[in-house]
């Protein structure tokens, strides 16, 4: 039997502000410490370099593999006499050209390929057939056309960056909300300004991790230049370095190689695109 | 070139007001009738009707529709899904041309967008996210060339003040809550000083609560500064508490159902402001059987 109860209504008494217990608790020194993302990556560094330690000790064979400390020595000896930062200069000399280059030429052509259907199909089929294609593959003809030389790995390197950012620009540019569009076209921005004030800041997450490939694919492809025609490039940079220790049996040389342009990888990582990421799409909460 | 005419036209707004509710109260039925003197039509809207393509139809979302929006008028269209009313905004925004008919702002015929119309959206990403709210409101005064330097900042600072975001104005848009980010977005397009805001149901994305303190932050607004919007909504109430002049469009093609006048300000709880939701509803609602099945899309 169902009883309709009457039921007041109800009025509370709210507590002032002084009346609470905690609200803010700060956290604990473990946690606070934990929280520090860079702490983190250091400890699985460190844990690395233990075991890599601990490895080379129990195979004695510095042949194979030199424990982590003969590495270290090895890299300490040569950037102090400064073998490793005169390699290491003239591969990013050679680098950043190819980089650059490579960027600037997928900017133009995402851009006439945003502003025509002919240039759509041309930037599809062009980065289908040359985005496979290993840019190392093209350096036998690049020696024949440009020389030996650093023109030769510029262009192999821009063969590697290009495509790859070219297809992240673009994809970038064709996720741009049609809000965004029509509200840059309702301020009378055509052409470039459009391009330049929209597109690129509306679709910049996409450009940053076309970049980021881009950068990738240019160190690897300008080490494996430098190994098969290392001294074509002047003095020789990190790839013939290896080569030469590789040659002489100085194997920790060769690590110390390997480990500089892992720890150039991570500096550009962890600084510049951290230090870009944190100004831009992260400030704009474009990714979180 | 529009920023003279915009300000030069400000000045004239309240007499502009008087003057509309002078005209017959005749309610217009059916086809809206054109005006006998269309140099006084800020906003013409003749014969237009809009067809699309997708990718298997032809689809005709506005069919002959006529109106005129007069100075200072808030002017709202109002229908169902599917009766072509965002795409009618979107004709008059100059993104979409006319089949048939034409549209023509002071006169002039609309080609392409343009900054003396600008588009309040109903999405939340119509802010630009690389830029703050002050950024963002300055942005098409700058970009525009409206307004440079110091004058484009204190004008967009103005008009931030005036929808209570002052707090705010060096905050990025992902920081603030969708009630504030449309604020900023109105902020924007009033900044402009257009000769017509024109929202696309702007806030049909926001809680209920939100939404009705934006109405009447908006009508506030409106008592201040004075001016003109086209205004599309699916919300009778909506439709009946902002505008002060309603147009009517039936389902898929929208037609001109009737144009009329609204309940004066701060009425829309009154009875008459019932019948007038009641009537509204009977009209836009009669046919709604048949209509159902195709009652689909924006």
Known sequence: MLQAVERPNIYCEMLGPDQFGIIEKPLTLVEQIYNQVWLRKITILVVLAVAWEIYGRWLDNPLLVPPFSDAMRALITDVANGAIPQRALSSIQVLLVGFASGTVLAGLLTVFAISSRIGTDFLDTMTAMFNPLPAIALLPLALIWFGLGAGSLVFVLIHSVMWAVSLNMLAGFRGVSTTARMVGRNYNLTGLRFVARILIPAAFPSILAGLKIGWAFAWRTLIAAELVFGVSSGQGGLGWYIFESKNQLNIPEVFAGLLTIILIGLAVENVVFRFIETRTVQRWGMQT | ?298
């Not at chain 2, 005006?35 to 002959?64: F, N």
């Not at chain 2, 484009?152 to 929808?163: G, L």
């Not at chain 2, 898929?252 to 009329?260: D, L, M, R, S």
């Open chain 2, 1 to 298: 070139m529009a920023s003279g005419a915009t300000l030069a036209s400000k000045s004239t707004l309240p007499g502009m007001g008087g003057a509309k509710a002078a005209s017959p109260e005749a309610a217009i039925r059916g086809r809206a009738v054109t005006d006998t003197d269309p140099g006084r039509h800020l906003l013409d809207v003749r014969g237009v009707t809009i067809q699309y393509k997708t990718q298997h139809h032809l689809i005709t979302a506005t069919y002959r529709v006529s109106f005129n929006v007069l100075q200072g008028d808030r002017f709202v269209v109002v229908g169902p899904s599917g009766c072509g009313k965002s795409t009618l905004l979107k004709a008059v925004g100059g993104y979409l041309a006319p089949t048939e008919g034409e549209i023509r702002l002071k006169g002039e015929l609309v080609t392409k967008p343009g900054p003396d119309r600008i588009m309040v959206f109903q999405e939340f990403d119509q802010l630009l996210p690389w830029k703050t709210v002050f950024e963002n409101v300055a942005f098409p005064l700058k970009t525009t060339g409206t307004l440079q330097g110091k004058a484009a900042d204190e004008r967009a600072m103005h008009y931030i003040e005036k929808v209570n975001l002052t707090d705010f104005a060096h905050s990025y848009p992902h920081t603030l809550s969708g009630g504030m980010k449309q604020r900023v977005a109105i902020a924007r397009g009033m900044a402009m000083e257009p000769d017509i805001l024109l929202m696309d149901e702007p806030f049909a994305a926001l809680d209920a609560l939100t939404r009705t303190r934006m109405q009447d932050e908006l009508l506030g607004l409106w008592d201040e500064i004075r001016f003109t919007v086209l205004f599309v909504t699916h919300s009778i109430p909506e439709a009946i508490k902002l505008g002060s002049r309603i147009l009517l469009l039936s389902p898929h093609p929208g037609q001109v159902k009737a144009e009329i006048n609204s309940v004066p300000r701060g009425q829309e709880n009154s009875d008459e402001a019932a019948a007038l939701g009641r009537e509204i509803h009977e009209m836009l609602f009669a046919d709604q059987i048949e209509e159902a099945p195709n009652a689909s899309g924006g």
